[in-house]
């Protein structure tokens, strides 16, 4: 049934692409994969390799149960449902993973599956999209892996999205370097005194618009500081 199930994803996705560049069926496969993985029966993993077929194939949908069965059509069609994805979702909300039904669970698992191949290959999307896989990832997908006691699937779920998402530091460490360029402009002997005030005042602010502001303004300011600094002071030397 596996082999079949395969066969026909195979034939039906031929000469479709990933943004890779993979063959699509390389998606399914990967997907059955993780189902097995996770030790889900031959039903779902069947389920995982047909789970593209009616959104993005020309197959019948009335020949699914004929066949495969009325179980694995089943799975198919509740996975490209979003009526019977809340469904599966508010049962698991309403009682411990251990208490909802086995369709249930089998649908649930397919969809996490299905996220955490394309979280793997996220990095062929653009920077947007991988942003909004991402933090959808983390805040959908993990906790639903989390609720099943899918821990380390929910882990490296949330390894993959905070890979993908900019550092929340980023903006922090890109000022404070910019920062540190700029100092140069200053006499040697003040460079680390104003640089460290600086970098205390920058840690202190509490978003990226407002450390971006910060280090514009005073980029803006420091030729007016370097010249106030290497001004001679009253009754020092020329030198």
């Given at each position: 049934?596996?082999?079949?199930?395969?066969?026909?994803?195979a034939?039906?996705?031929?000469?479709?692409?990933?943004?890779?560049g993979?063959?699509?069926?390389t998606?399914?496969?990967?997907?059955?994969?993780?189902?097995?993985?996770?030790?889900?029966?031959?039903?779902?993993?069947?389920?995982?390799?047909?789970?593209?077929?009616?959104?993005?194939?020309?197959?019948?949908?009335?020949?699914?149960?004929g066949?495969?069965?009325?179980?694995?059509?089943?799975?198919?069609?509740?996975?490209?449902?979003?009526?019977?994805?809340?469904?599966?979702?508010?049962?698991?909300?309403?009682?411990?993973?251990?208490?909802?039904?086995?369709?249930?669970?089998?649908?649930?698992?397919l969809k996490l599956?299905d996220?955490?191949?394309?979280m793997?290959?996220?990095?062929?999307?653009?920077?947007a999209?991988?942003?909004?896989?991402?933090?959808?990832?983390?805040d959908?997908?993990?906790?639903?892996?989390?609720?099943?006691?899918?821990d380390?699937?929910?882990?490296?779920?949330?390894?993959?999205?905070?890979?993908?998402l900019?550092?929340?530091?980023?903006?922090?460490t890109?000022c404070?370097?910019?920062?540190a360029?700029?100092?140069?402009?200053?006499?040697?002997?003040?460079?680390?005194?104003?640089?460290q005030?600086?970098?205390g005042?920058?840690?202190?602010?509490?978003?990226?618009r407002?450390?971006?502001?910060?280090?514009?303004?005073?980029i803006?300011?420091?030729?007016?500081?370097?010249l106030?600094?290497?001004?001679?002071?009253?009754g020092?030397?020329p030198?």
């Open positions: 049934m596996i082999e079949r199930s395969y066969a026909t994803a034939e039906w996705h031929q000469g479709q692409r990933r943004r890779s993979d063959p699509y069926v998606h399914p496969l990967a997907v059955a994969q993780i189902v097995a993985d996770l030790g889900m029966d031959h039903h779902t993993v069947c389920a995982a390799l047909l789970h593209d077929l009616l959104e993005d194939t020309e197959y019948p949908a009335d020949r699914l149960a066949e495969f069965g009325p179980d694995i059509a089943d799975l198919v069609a509740a996975v490209s449902d979003a009526t019977a994805v809340q469904q599966a979702l508010t049962a698991l909300n309403a009682a411990p993973a251990a208490a909802i039904s086995a369709r249930d669970r089998a649908v649930l698992v599956a996220r955490l191949h394309n793997r290959t996220v990095r062929f999307l653009d920077r999209r991988q942003h909004v896989k991402a933090q959808q990832t983390l959908l997908q993990a906790p639903v892996a989390d609720a099943l006691g899918l380390q699937l929910s882990g490296e779920l949330r390894r993959l999205s905070s890979a993908a900019p550092s929340a530091d980023c903006p922090a890109l404070r370097q910019v920062l360029v700029t100092t140069l402009l200053l006499p040697t002997a003040a460079r680390t005194r104003w640089l005030e600086w970098t005042e920058l840690g202190a602010l509490p978003t990226c407002a450390r971006m502001c910060f280090t514009v303004h005073i803006v300011r420091m030729p007016h500081l370097a106030i600094l290497r001004r001679p002071r009253p020092s030397l030198w």
